[in-house]
């Protein structure tokens, strides 16, 4: 069928954002590379969590348009920047932890970083959840909370071990408590609630499928065979977890 015109100036409108998206994803794994190289890859992480963001607001734009990318994006980091302030302040629903200095510039004793790491991988995560369950808005928030959660299985192993937070007793998971996790589960469905309430029945994007595929990937390695010493457990839990959302998502959207 001819498109209108309407729909390729939408289209054409469209183009640049993903291209932005595309040079952004590269960017940050160049980044990424460069950080598993250095004796101190904690310099890398503020640049690295601003690329992911501007990757996923770019992919976004291009596949619900630009308004919608941003409010979603916004609503994603509002949301998770509130569940970690109430975290220091009160130990719930993390467990009790802290931020040490590492991180800057911070808001309230959280990491601006850490709350554009939650809008950036909330997007990611929601598209993967709108593949996984297209139809629904309560099964997309427990599909995306499982996803978001499995890549914290990679992020507080890396963090705790950089010193850029500490956990107050402990945990069975290289240190950290298993009510990180729950506490993940139940924001991360926040967020996807948050964002679906934006988004709605929008698609997920193939953008936004790569770019959590290539954070799964590469967090793989980097702990499999990079970091030192390396961590063959959160390795293998890590990369089963997010390999499995991803290989689910793309299955169903090449299915469709």
Request: glycine residues 12%; proline residues 5%.
């Given at each position: 069928m ?5 729909e ?9 954002a993903r ?8 960017a ?5 590379v460069?950080?598993?190289?250095d ?16 990757c996923?607001?770019?992919f ?6 630009t308004?919608?990318a ?17 975290g ?7 467990g009790?932890?802290r ?6 510039p ?27 369950a297209?139809?629904g ?26 010193g850029m937070?500490?956990?107050a007793?402990?945990g ?31 698609g ?11 954070m ?5 390695v980097?702990f499999a065979?990079v ?27 090449w299915?469709?």
């Amino acid at each position: 069928m001819e498109q209108t015109s309407g729909e390729r100036v939408t289209g054409a409108a469209l183009r640049p954002a993903r291209s932005i998206g595309v040079l952004s994803l590269l960017a940050m794994m160049t980044v990424q590379v460069a950080s598993g190289l250095d004796a101190r890859p904690e310099r890398y992480t503020g640049p690295i969590v601003v690329l992911l963001a501007a990757c996923a607001v770019a992919f976004a734009a291009g596949t619900w348009g630009t308004a919608r990318a941003v409010a979603a994006f916004g609503a994603a980091v509002l949301t998770g920047y509130a569940a970690e302030v109430a975290g220091v302040l009160t130990g719930f629903p993390f467990g009790v932890y802290r931020y040490s200095d590492v991180l800057w510039p911070q808001v309230g004793g959280v990491p601006v970083v850490v709350a554009l790491a939650w809008g950036g991988m909330g997007l990611a995560a929601y598209a993967v959840a709108t593949a996984v369950a297209p139809a629904g808005r309560w099964a997309r928030a427990v599909a995306g909370a499982g996803a978001l959660t499995a890549w914290d299985l990679f992020l507080d192993p890396q963090m705790v071990r950089l010193g850029m937070w500490t956990w107050a007793d402990g945990g069975a998971y290289r240190g950290i408590p298993l009510s990180n996790f729950a506490g993940w589960l139940l924001v991360s469905a926040l967020v996807m609630l948050v964002v679906g309430r934006v988004c709605g029945d929008a698609g997920p994007g193939r953008g936004l499928l790569a770019l959590y595929t290539v954070m799964a990937v590469m967090e793989t390695v980097a702990f499999a065979a990079v970091f030192e010493p390396t961590d063959p457990l959160v390795a293998a839990a890590g990369g089963i977890t997010m390999g499995a959302f991803a290989a689910l998502a793309w299955r169903r959207s090449w299915q469709r």
